[in-house]
Nanobody, 124 residues
Framework: QVELLESGGGSVQAGGSLRLSCIAS?????????LAWFRQAPEKEREGVAG???????TYADSVKGRFTISRDDNQNTLSLHMHRLNTDDTAIYYC?????????????????WGQGTQVTVYS
């Protein structure tokens, strides 16, 4: 069983930065999996933010390119998301996810395991 636990959310003024972390159990699975961050704003669909394959290749949503950076440390079983130049549109609950057979890294249906989420609020 894989468990994912996010941390690092909070409130930040527009233009600021936050770092999210996700610790994974089920080491053998996650080491070879694609990992990703998704977010869901109130009354909106959950959307892919960034994904990273086991080889380190990354994919970003257009809305966060150049502002967010996803990274993974398989020795520490952690996934991170560095977020810069945040704006109010980034306000959402952020979820980490893991999947074993992922073709589209930003497609939520391709992921098998999810964390409980961490709230990010950006105020103007």
């Amino acid at each position: 069983q894989v468990e994912l636990l996010e941390s690092g959310g909070g409130s930040v003024q527009a233009g600021g930065s936050l770092r999210l972390s996700c610790i994974a159990s089920g080491y053998t699975y996650t080491r070879h999996s694609t990992l990703a961050w998704f977010r869901q704003a109130p009354e909106k669909e959950r959307e892919g933010v960034a994904g990273i394959a086991s080889d380190g290749s990354t994919t970003y949503a257009d809305s966060v390119k150049g502002r967010f950076t996803i990274s993974r440390d398989d020795n520490q079983n952690t996934l991170s998301l560095h977020m810069h130049r945040l704006n109010t549109d980034d306000t959402a609950i952020y979820y980490c996810a893991a999947g074993s057979l992922v073709a589209d890294r930003l497609q939520k249906l391709e992921y098998d395991y999810w964390g409980q989420g961490t709230q990010v609020t950006v105020y103007s």
